[in-house]
C-alpha cells in the first residue's frame, strides 16, 4: 500500500463548520426569540439552574477526558478513565453541553433540539473515526469497541490508570473550546436584558 492510499484520520472540518453554523443560527434565533416559560419564575428557574448545571459537568467532562487523550488521539487505543465507559466521551459531554445552554435559554424544546442536532452530527464523526481506527489498530480496536459503547456511558465498565500523561497546551485548548458552552450564561443574561428595555424585539417565544 502506497503512502498516498493509507487510511487517514477522520476529517473534522466538516463537523466543526456544521456546528459553527448551527450555533451561529442559534445566536440568531436567541436575539429574536424568548422563553415560553418566562412568566413561569420557578419553572423557569429550574430550567436554567439544571443548564448551567449541564454546561458545568460538560466542560468538566470535557477537561477530564482531555486529561486521559491528550496528544494519543488516532496514535493509541485509550480505554482507561472516561474511555472506559464510552469510546466518546468528549462527544458525549459537549452533548449534554448543548443539551445544558438550551435550558439555560429556559426552553425545553431549544434544549431537546441542540442535544438531538449535536447527538447527530457526533455520531457520524464517531462513526468516521470508528473507521479509521479500526484500520490502523486493528484487532485491538475491535475488542475495545465489541466491550464499550460508542456514545452512552456504561458506568460498570469504568476503569482507571495508576498515573496519567497529559499535555499542558492539550488541556489549555480544551479548556479554552469549553467556555463556549460558558460563554451562553452571560449571552442569554444579556439578550434578556436587552428585550426587557426594550433594544430588541421578541418575535415568538419558544416552549
Given at each position: 500500500?502506497?503512502?498516498?492510499?493509507?487510511?487517514?484520520?477522520?476529517?473534522?472540518?466538516?463537523?466543526?463548520?456544521?456546528?459553527?453554523?448551527?450555533?451561529?443560527?442559534?445566536?440568531?434565533?436567541?436575539?429574536?426569540?424568548?422563553?415560553?416559560?418566562?412568566?413561569?419564575?420557578?419553572?423557569?428557574?429550574?430550567?436554567?439552574?439544571?443548564?448551567?448545571?449541564?454546561?458545568?459537568?460538560?466542560?468538566?467532562?470535557?477537561?477530564?477526558?482531555?486529561?486521559?487523550?491528550?496528544?494519543r488521539k488516532n496514535s493509541?487505543?485509550?480505554?482507561?478513565?472516561?474511555?472506559?465507559?464510552?469510546?466518546?466521551?468528549?462527544?458525549?459531554?459537549?452533548?449534554?453541553?448543548?443539551?445544558?445552554?438550551?435550558?439555560?435559554?429556559?426552553?425545553?424544546?431549544?434544549?431537546?433540539?441542540?442535544?438531538?442536532?449535536?447527538?447527530?452530527?457526533?455520531?457520524?464523526?464517531?462513526?468516521?473515526?470508528a473507521s479509521y481506527l479500526?484500520?490502523?489498530?486493528?484487532?485491538?480496536?475491535?475488542?475495545?469497541?465489541?466491550?464499550?459503547?460508542?456514545?452512552?456511558?456504561?458506568?460498570?465498565?469504568?476503569?482507571?490508570?495508576?498515573?496519567?500523561?497529559?499535555?499542558?497546551?492539550?488541556?489549555?485548548?480544551?479548556?479554552?473550546?469549553?467556555?463556549?458552552?460558558?460563554?451562553?450564561?452571560?449571552?442569554?443574561?444579556?439578550?434578556?436584558?436587552?428585550?426587557?428595555?426594550?433594544?430588541?424585539?421578541?418575535?415568538?417565544?419558544?416552549?
Amino acid at each position: 500500500m502506497t503512502a498516498s492510499s493509507e487510511p487517514q484520520p477522520y476529517n473534522q472540518r466538516r463537523r466543526r463548520s456544521i456546528l459553527l453554523l448551527l450555533s451561529a443560527a442559534g445566536i440568531a434565533a436567541l436575539f429574536i426569540s424568548r422563553s415560553a416559560w418566562h412568566d413561569v419564575p420557578m419553572l423557569y428557574t429550574g430550567l436554567k439552574a439544571v443548564g448551567m448545571l449541564l454546561i458545568l459537568a460538560c466542560i468538566f467532562g470535557r477537561l477530564w477526558s482531555t486529561l486521559y487523550i491528550g496528544t494519543r488521539k488516532n496514535s493509541e487505543v485509550v480505554m482507561t478513565g472516561p474511555y472506559s465507559i464510552t469510546r466518546n466521551p468528549l462527544y458525549l459531554f459537549s452533548t449534554i453541553g448543548a443539551f445544558g445552554a438550551g435550558l439555560v435559554f429556559g426552553s425545553i424544546v431549544v434544549a431537546f433540539g441542540l442535544g438531538l442536532v449535536s447527538y447527530i452530527v457526533f455520531s457520524i464523526t464517531a462513526n468516521g473515526e470508528a473507521s479509521y481506527l479500526r484500520s490502523q489498530f486493528g484487532p485491538e480496536y475491535l475488542t475495545y469497541e465489541a466491550g464499550t459503547p460508542q456514545f452512552w456511558p456504561n458506568f460498570s465498565l469504568y476503569t482507571t490508570a495508576s498515573e496519567v500523561m497529559f499535555s499542558p497546551p492539550v488541556l489549555q485548548r480544551a479548556f479554552g473550546d469549553s467556555l463556549y458552552f460558558l460563554a451562553v450564561i452571560p449571552l442569554v443574561g444579556a439578550v434578556e436584558y436587552l428585550q426587557s428595555s426594550g433594544y430588541l424585539p421578541v418575535i415568538f417565544w419558544l416552549p
